[in-house]
């Protein structure tokens, strides 16, 4: 009985949080829009009964998805903007790991506080503070000015490439901390043994610590390209009018155009498309643990 | 083959080899042997060319290895935590170090393969290093370091991680597979039986320094020094001072009351030198009545028996109070046995089966 209890928390936590929520976004999608409160019909009402509430659903809102290409060209925009968010933090991120895994042990817990500590502030502080300083008077422009690599103040600000400086610094730390946790748990000797087996550093670098530190860049890249694929907030602050991501769609069509359904319609093709890098995340962490017995 | 000349390691203040010159011959299998921290670990890891000696050369067959990476040296290292690579398969982890060579294709799976079957791993050539025992783990390390035909393999205290049983059998092996390549093994190790059985030559060492380089048996026969005689086996101290009797033997002045005891040295001896004679239990013959003719006897109770089956090594307290270990094969029946706790026994040995040590 008790086992029964702990295995059912869980699920029953999913079931109320995640499920839940989700089948009301999906009834949603497949209802139509109206000026209503909710803003949208039709609604469950038990004396015309079931059948008659079921008939009135449809997929009207996905196929409006097809026929207007913002649509898919924002999905696309926002594929490619976490996947090249996802490589440069991970070639941004993975030498401070290794820098920390490689670090005497008196400096670690300094160098992993260090990585964490931006996390003790407001995320959308930190995000007005790049703001702050990648504005036409920010103070990259002032200092770029100032030491004369540049005659004119640089563009950063409302282009995709804040956006992209916006995405990397804020999920810099998902990448390290995985990939760190696999490189301290490495055994030295290993490359060691790949030198005195004829290894060069570089080649032992290669064959040996990137391999056993796989299952920490594969977790690391999933867990920046999961969030920043729905990313809204770093978009709409630091990115412009020319920054197509599916969350600022989704953002405005629920709270500019109201329209409801076609919003919920977008965010259900959103979760569709990451159930695929999820569950192959999944799938890495359960190979991980199973390697690791 | 191998040659440290006046080799010195330090690491800050510390020093962690001090001073110390070395030969290694070609085909031995050389131990070195101490307790932790005496620098033998040290000592492998400058060979392998993961540390460089601060003072001081090493030659490995006539040339100063000082400058050479570890990747450029034909010398190979069996790694205490084995260090196979967990995410290839044991042929993969065999063939590493072949692959990092110019050699072709198909010689390098004819090595493997020979290499498996040396250490009898065929059947597991596809596993993954977690997928196989402990033991089976250190035959794949030793496949690996020896799959290169090294000129020389270090064995960082290959079977430590074994239990007793399985340590036993794979020494033989280990034995074994060092006469049939003919490679020059040496094997760094703080179990003194370890050292004994597989090594033909062992260096005592402690402190960064080498107490005394020779063979298992003289080891264990005529150690230099109390260090070695205590390190090496059980072993049996009694302090006192030496007058000379002529003809190698000597007088020994040990406790007030006592007659003195009888030894001989083939090292001088002055008068009233301060000296140690160091006896092995089982050269100490046990009796319940007083022997005759013996070069040496004393009596006292006996205090505590340790029983391990074939032998029985019995404490004996002197009035004293100094207690002398001995050693008897139980030939008779333990109920038979002509003395027990707290009886009184005579202790006696030959004079010459001791070793007069000064320090």
């Known amino acids: 009985m008790r086992r029964f209890f702990l295995i059912a928390t869980p699920y029953a936590w999913l079931l109320a949080l995640f499920l839940v929520p989700f089948l009301i976004v999906l009834k949603i999608s497949l209802s139509d829009t109206a000026l209503a409160i909710p803003p949208y019909v039709p609604k469950l009402d038990w004396a015309e009964g079931i059948g008659a509430f079921l008939s009135q659903l449809d997929f009207e809102n996905f196929a409006f998805l097809t026929e207007d290409d913002l649509y898919w060209k924002a999905y696309l925009s926002s594929l490619q903007i976490a996947v090249v968010s996802t490589v440069f933090t991970l070639i941004i991120g993975y030498p401070i790991a290794y820098g920390m895994a490689r670090a005497p042990d008196e400096w670690r817990p300094t160098l992993m506080m260090l990585v964490i500590l931006p996390f003790w502030t407001s995320f959308l502080i930190r995000v007005y503070a790049w703001m702050g300083i ?15 690599v540049i005659d004119t103040p640089l563009t950063i600000l409302n282009t995709n490439t804040a956006v992209y400086i916006g995405i990397v610094y804020t999920y810099l730390p998902f990448m390290i901390l995985p990939i760190y946790a696999a490189l301290d ?47 809204f907030v770093i978009p709409s602050l630091l990115g412009g009018s020319g920054t197509l991501m599916i969350g600022k769609i989704l953002w405005e069509e629920f709270f500019s155009n109201r329209d409801w359904p076609v919003a919920s319609a977008v965010a259900v093709i959103l979760l569709l498309i990451l159930v695929i890098p999820i569950v192959l995340f999944q799938r890495n962490q359960q190979k991980q643990a199973e390697a690791e017995q | 083959m191998i040659r440290f000349q006046n080799v010195t390691k330090r690491f800050g203040e510390f020093v962690a080899i001090d001073d110390l010159s070395l030969d290694i011959f070609e085909q031995e299998f050389f131990a070195l042997l101490g307790p932790s921290g005496c620098g033998k670990t040290t000592m492998m890891r400058m060979l392998a060319g993961f540390e460089n000696p601060t003072q ?105 991680a074994l239990d007793k049983k399985l340590r036993q059998d794979t020494q033989f092996e280990l034995m074994d597979i060092q006469e049939k390549t003919g490679t020059t093994f040496v094997i ?168 007069l040590l000064a320090e």
């Open chain 1, 134 to 148: 990648l504005s036409q008077e920010g103070f990259l422009n002032q200092f770029l000015l100032w030491i004369g």
């Open chain 1, 185 to 231: 748990r490495m055994d030295g000797s290993l490359i060691e043994a790949a030198e005195d087996l004829g290894c060069s550093r570089l080649t032992a670098f290669w064959l040996v610590t990137i391999p056993l530190s796989r299952n920490g860049i594969v977790a690391g890249s999933f867990l920046v390209f999961i969030p920043a694929l729905g990313e």
């Open chain 2, 56 to 160: 001081g050369r090493i030659e490995l067959a006539g040339q100063d290895i000082g400058p050479v990476p570890p990747n450029k040296r034909a010398v190979n290292m069996m790694f205490q935590s084995y260090a196979l690579f967990p995410h290839l398969s044991i042929w993969d982890n065999i063939a590493f170090g072949l692959r990092r060579s110019n050699m072709p294709k198909d010689q390098i799976t004819a090595r493997v393969e020979e290499m498996l079957k040396l250490t009898r791993l065929e059947k597991f050539a596809r596993r993954k290093p977690h997928q196989i025992s402990g033991g089976q783990r250190q035959r794949v390390a030793l496949a690996r370091s020896l799959a290169k035909a090294p000129k020389l393999l270090l064995l960082d205290e290959p079977l430590g």
């Open chain 2, 188 to 355: 760094v190790t703080h179990d003194q039986e370890e050292a004994m059985t597989v090594a033909s030559r062992v260096a005592v060492m402690d402190e960064g320094r080498l107490i005394q380089v020779s063979t298992p048996d003289r080891l264990y026969e005529t150690p230099n020094s109390v260090y070695v005689a205590d390190f090496i086996g059980d072993v049996n101290i009694i302090e006192g001072a030496t007058k000379a009797l002529g003809d190698d033997r000597y007088q020994i002045a040990w406790v007030d009351g006592q007659p003195p005891l009888v030894a001989t040295s083939h090292r001088p001896f002055s008068d009233s030198q301060p000296c140690h004679l160091a006896i092995r239990p089982e050269k100490v013959a046990i009796s319940a009545d007083r022997p005759e003719n013996a070069d040496n006897s004393v009596q006292g109770k006996v205090l505590d028996i340790a029983y391990l089956g074939n032998l029985s090594t019995y404490h004996v307290e002197l009035p004293s109070g100094t207690i002398i270990k001995a050693q008897a094969a139980n030939t008779r029946r333990i109920s038979r046995r002509s003395f027990t706790w707290e009886d009184p026994v005579w202790l006696s040995w030959t004079a010459t089966a001791g070793v």
